[in-house]
């Protein structure tokens, strides 16, 4: 699986959207972008995915760059239950592309009243 | 529907003791993994399983040992546990090649201390 890069933290005002960016430039053409948060020491929890269109959920809107290198999350109203940590991943598909899946040290994202 | 069911939540262990987390799901996931999280790190994988009968080492295997005897059960078992094995080990679940979504779900954790 592809390497990805996120920003160690960030905060982000009560009701404002939250931007979170990961890179991931060695990313191929089979793989998705995952992103899942992790509030306290609870289990991951996954948010969205996509593979190269944007995505909206009831959660958050994944927008992918067009060469498919980086990406960025979109909380659109944070709110303090968001404080957590949000990890960007890549998981490939078929082929046992999905088999080895790494998480790096992820966005430690605190929202602020 | 449980999903991922982690025991025990809490352990605590000596130098050299062995034991088994347990970790079962029930929505019949062919994959299957183990990770370790440490205070203020992320998510270190230890081994995966892509169906019953099949394993493999991910990025820290040492000192861990496991199986997959039925689809629903993945155990993970420290051999001679170390204090540096202390941490938090989440297991973890999701479809396989077929009926692929990626999504991985995960159980509550199982807080593993060694003395």
């Known amino acids: 699986d592809a390497k990805t890069t996120q920003p160690t933290s960030m905060d982000c005002a009560e009701g404002r959207a939250a931007n979170l960016p990961c890179n991931h430039s060695?990313?191929?053409?089979?793989?998705?972008v995952y992103w899942y948060r992790q509030i306290h020491s609870q289990g991951p929890q996954y948010i969205i995915h996509?593979?190269?269109n944007n995505e909206t959920n009831e959660m958050a809107s994944l927008i992918i760059t067009e060469d498919r290198k980086s990406s960025t999350l979109i909380l659109p109203h944070a709110t303090l239950r968001d404080t957590a940590v949000y990890y960007c991943i890549v998981r490939g598909a078929g082929s046992g592309g999905y088999q080895k899946v790494t998480f790096g040290t992820g966005t430690k994202l605190q929202v602020i009243p | 529907n449980a999903g991922v069911t982690q025991t025990p939540k809490f352990q605590v262990l000596k130098t050299g003791q062995s034991m088994t987390l347990q970790c079962a799901q029930d929505?019949?996931?062919?994959?299957m993994s183990w990770y370790r999280q440490d205070p203020g790190m992320g998510l270190r994988l230890i081994h995966y399983s892509v169906g019953a009968g099949i394993t493999d080492q991910g990025e820290v295997p040492n000192g861990y040992n496991v199986s997959r005897s039925t689809t629903e059960d993945f155990p993970l078992r420290l051999l001679s546990a170390a204090p540096s094995q202390t941490s938090v080990y989440f297991c973890?679940?999701?479809?396989?090649?077929?009926?692929?979504?990626?999504?991985?779900?995960f159980g509550e954790g199982s807080r593993l201390t060694v003395l």
């Open positions: 929505m019949n996931h062919e994959y």
């Open positions: 973890a679940s999701s479809y396989g090649d077929r009926g692929w979504t990626g999504e991985l779900f």
């Open positions: 060695t990313i191929s053409g089979n793989e998705y």
């Open positions: 996509g593979l190269k």
